[in-house]
């Protein structure tokens, strides 16, 4: 079986290490968000990608689903003794040697598909895993910046990295608008295509479907792709009980306008059209329609006939990655919903 999976950081990067376990024998592609990609001191950093590198390579921050375990921050605050920052963004010394080689790599001219893989041999993550681009993209959010003295949004407004917004302000602040910058003029890295048109498969893990999933979609080609794909295009609801499972996801659901509920996220990314012809899509947030099936979390089985009205094939169960045997059981309710949809 040929998976293609469309991944954040900490929530898709969890989800593949259960759907590893789920299906030992399928061939995975991951689909790596680049969006959350920032240069620091000099070097590229990209979370995403080495998020699900070091989960499912054995070297992730278990407790904080980031960095590199067993870290130091000698560098970190030898570079604050210097003055030099930005402080609130947390580079460990581990860290710092995958974004020197990875800098060094791409500064000899090396694509960050290439770049990625020549990594990935080092983690051996058992996935191949793609940037969804090898060119510049960088998320970027719309916010008004709190007055000296003010705790609310009532100064200037302005565009701020992502991970200025995510990690600096911690989203305490709205968010007017989420913007892909570069998406418009990317393509998509070597491989995403084909192996889109390859899967029997498509998944959608429950990362933020705005800043992860949704930046992914926002390079030309890529939702047109799996919208033409003849497989099964199956999500997971990161929104339980009306609230994110991690993260501040409400926040920038809210700059697109879309509540934060399981059956709105469902209708952002619309209905597909059906594996066996050519009526009933929904059109989704930005394009054509994408979910065949839909999951729920059992708290939010009150939701399944709305997204059923929707168009969307909807099943509540548990989905909450409390451990390897959860998270697996999860990866299996969406390949089960998944042959549900092709066998009808």
Known sequence: ?????????????????????????ADITVIGNTGDDIHLFGLKVCPDLD???YTLGGGINEEQGWGRADETFRVKEELAAYGVGP???GLGDRDFATHIVRTQMLSAGYPLSAVTEALCDRWQPGVRLLPMSDDRIETHVAVTLPDSGSATGSGERKAIHFQEYWVRLRASVPAHAVVPVGADQAKPAPGVLEAIAEADVVLFPPSNPVVSVGTILAVP???????AAGAPVIGLSPIVGDAPVRGMADKVLAAVGVESTAAAVARHYGAARPLSGQEGQERGEGGAGLLHGWLVDSVDAGAVDEVAAAGIRCRAVPLMMTDLDATAAMA????????????S
């Not at 290490?17 to 789920?22: D, F, I, N, Q, S």
């Open 332 to 343: 299996r309710e969406a390949l089960a919903l998944a042959e549900e949809v092709r066998a």
């Open 51 to 53: 998020t699900v590198m």
């Open 87 to 89: 402080e609130w963004f």
């Open 1 to 25: 079986m040929r998976i293609v999976v469309l991944a954040g950081g900490i929530g898709g990067a969890r989800f593949l290490r259960g759907l590893k376990a789920a299906a030992p024998d």
């Open 221 to 227: 080609g890529i939702r047109e792709a799996i919208a």
